[in-house]
């Protein structure tokens, strides 16, 4: 089972269901050529997408053209169902930085023929995320920098306060169609600057001041794990 960490902790939380966010930044629906929408998207990635410092992600061979989509993540800690955006900060347990990594030809095909972008987001590894900091340590989530660096060049650097849909209301809105359950992910949106992987890059991506970072690797898909 796909578990996330607490930094400076020795505590893990086995992840539930992965919310993620399409199109959350304007320069990056625009960057895509894509419309801003009136609404969030929603998508949902399986468990197995999920890899940690240290790990790998794996180029599949159904695609060639993999992208990296830098996000800052949410974690759920107590459950509920029609929360008050008011309210909505206080069911999030702690936040990290994660990558939701695309197979973006894959994705075009799928957005051409009108259907959902499952496969293009849901191979394995396709979720790399951070250790977790507790949101009490996060002073204002709504301006949050965050950032990612391939290979040591900054590729990607956004601030929460650029959403279009700030955490809380994506708290409230997804909570007002499923129930929200602890050890729930919520990916909360790109900014602009997504690009292609290719194998052997080394990825760094970095929450706040060094509130916590990740460190993943790309290579070609293995088998036989």
């Known amino acids: 089972m796909a578990q996330i960490y607490f930094a400076e902790e020795n505590r893990s939380v086995p992840v ?14 625009g960057e895509l050529n894509n419309p801003i929408p009136q609404s969030p998207i929603v998508f949902i990635k399986p468990a197995t997408t999920i890899i940690h410092s240290g790990e790998f992600i ?6 060639s053209e993999v992208h990296h989509e830098v996000e800052v993540v949410a974690l759920v800690g107590k459950p509920g169902k029609h929360i008050a955006r008011e309210a909505a900060l206080e069911h999030l347990a702690g936040y990290g930085i994660g990558i939701d990594v695309t197979a973006r030809d894959v994705q075009e095909k799928a957005k051409q023929k ?12 396709f979720a790399p995320v951070s250790s977790f900091v507790k949101a009490e340590r996060v002073g204002d989530p709504g301006n949050l920098d965050f950032q990612l660096l391939v290979n040591g060049e900054t590729r990607q650097a956004g ?13 409230a809105y997804l909570s007002s169609i ?9 990916f909360t949106g790109t900014p602009k600057g997504v690009s292609r992987l290719h194998e052997g ?14 460190e993943v690797e790309v290579r070609k898909e293995r088998y036989g794990h």
């Open 114 to 125: 009108s259907h959902p972008w499952a496969v293009a987001k849901g191979f394995d590894t």
């Open 178 to 186: 499923f129930t929200l359950l602890p050890g729930d992910l919520l």
């Open 16 to 29: 539930n269901t992965i919310y993620c966010i399409g199109r959350n930044y304007a320069e990056h629906a």
């Open 58 to 63: 794996e180029l599949p061979r159904a695609s």
């Open 201 to 214: 890059d080394k990825l760094r991506a970095i929450l706040g001041d060094n509130l916590v970072a990740l």
């Open 159 to 171: 601030n929460t306060r650029d959403m279009l849909f700030p955490i809380a209301e994506l708290i």
